[in-house]
């Protein structure tokens, strides 16, 4: 069965780090494409961080460029989120997102999500 849990999300104060974890089950992580997502209230869900299954390549939103990095730890099947110099608007509900393609069709799947605050 296919889990993803995130973990690390909190209350931080604006110019802080946090690092968000996705822990994953069920499945390799390093066959699949892991992503980031984030939804603020009131606004829709945004791709904020993105990272091949070859590894190879990594791709951010505009607003955390710079910030944010994903990375990807095949032996512990984790992928993480080192959020650096966070803003308010980078508060919202994180979703740890993993997304591959079998002779079954293209497979999603999300994790449950966990909330960041950037607030002083």
């Known amino acids: 069965q296919v889990q993803l849990v995130e973990s690390g999300g909190g209350l931080v104060q604006p110019g802080g780090s946090l690092r968000l974890s996705c822990a994953a089950s069920g499945f390799v992580v390093k066959n699949a494409a892991m992503n980031w997502y984030r939804q603020a209230a009131g606004k829709e869900r945004e791709l904020v961080a993105a990272i091949t299954s070859s590894g190879s390549s990594a791709n951010y939103a505009d607003s955390v460029k710079g910030r944010f990095t994903i990375s990807r730890d095949d032996a512990k099947n984790t992928v993480d989120l080192q959020m650096n110099s966070l803003k308010p608007e980078d508060a919202a509900v994180y979703y740890c997102?993993?997304?591959?393609?079998?002779?079954?069709?293209?497979?999603?799947?999300w994790g449950q999500g966990t909330q960041v605050t950037v607030s002083s």
């Open positions: 997102n993993a997304r591959w393609r079998a002779w079954t069709g293209t497979h999603t799947y």
